[in-house]
């Protein structure tokens, strides 16, 4: 096989390759993360590299291949949202402490219920977290290290997904917050918006125990509070 017909093969392999990524990625209801694309891609296929370039053929149609997370999805061009009409359903609104929570969850992750309670400045019931995390919006990290090891809280890419978020790096900054009125313009200089931890567990968090159920939130943390 001479030097141009190995060309033509490498490019209809290419070719092949990008098709089957396209084909994954339209099928799916969910995003997908690239290890669960490269079973059935070519062996040495780089998969992270065919999705930025199934991204850039997409960019200028209705169709856009978005990040998010760790994970992609086909998602309509941001541009062209008014466009879709969706159902209408009755969804109960978040309650102002669900709102305020998955905020604070947000920008403070990974944080504990009593984290949450300080930043608040208000306790919050079980019931709120139950919400979120029915929502797929939060989960449980892991246990901090210290006396009692209460359960941390963090986003998931759910949350990323329905907001439109790539990474957590995306979430409004201090001026995008004062631009749309949700910050006084007259906050302390020295006033910062936190930066959420984007990763995985910290060295001040330990792995949730095996018995640790995914809608429950029952720790040392909370049988202290309920002695107090």
Do not use: C
Request: net charge negative; aromatic share 6%; proline share 7%.
């Amino acid at each position: 096989m001479d030097h141009e017909e190995k060309t033509e093969e490498r490019m209809e392999l290419h070719a092949r390759n990008l098709r089957i990524m396209e084909a994954l990625l339209f099928a799916s209801a969910e995003p997908l993360a690239l290890s669960e694309i490269q079973p059935y891609l070519s062996d040495g296929a780089d998969p992270e590299v065919l999705a930025r370039e199934l991204q850039e053929i997409y960019a200028p149609r209705g169709i856009d291949l978005v990040r998010r997370g760790s994970k992609w999805a086909f998602r309509t061009a941001e541009d062209l949202n008014f466009l879709l009409r969706r159902e209408e359903t009755e969804n109960k609104p978040l309650s102002r402490a669900a709102l305020e929570t998955l905020s604070i969850i947000a920008y403070h992750q990974p944080v504990t219920r009593a984290e949450i309670e300080e930043v608040r400045g208000v306790s919050i019931s079980k019931g709120t977290l139950d919400v979120l995390m029915e929502a797929g919006w939060v989960r449980m990290r892991g246990r901090r290290r210290t006396p009692g090891r209460p359960v941390t809280y963090g986003t998931t890419e759910a949350f990323l997904d329905h907001f439109g978020l790539e990474t957590l790096g995306d979430l409004p900054g201090l001026e995008d917050l004062k631009g749309a009125g949700l910050l006084s313009s007259r906050i302390p200089p020295s006033f910062q918006v936190p930066l959420p931890h984007d990763g995985g567990l910290r060295e001040d968090e330990d792995p949730l125990d095996p018995d640790d159920a995914g809608d429950e939130d029952i720790s040392a943390e909370d049988d202290d509070r309920t002695r107090e």
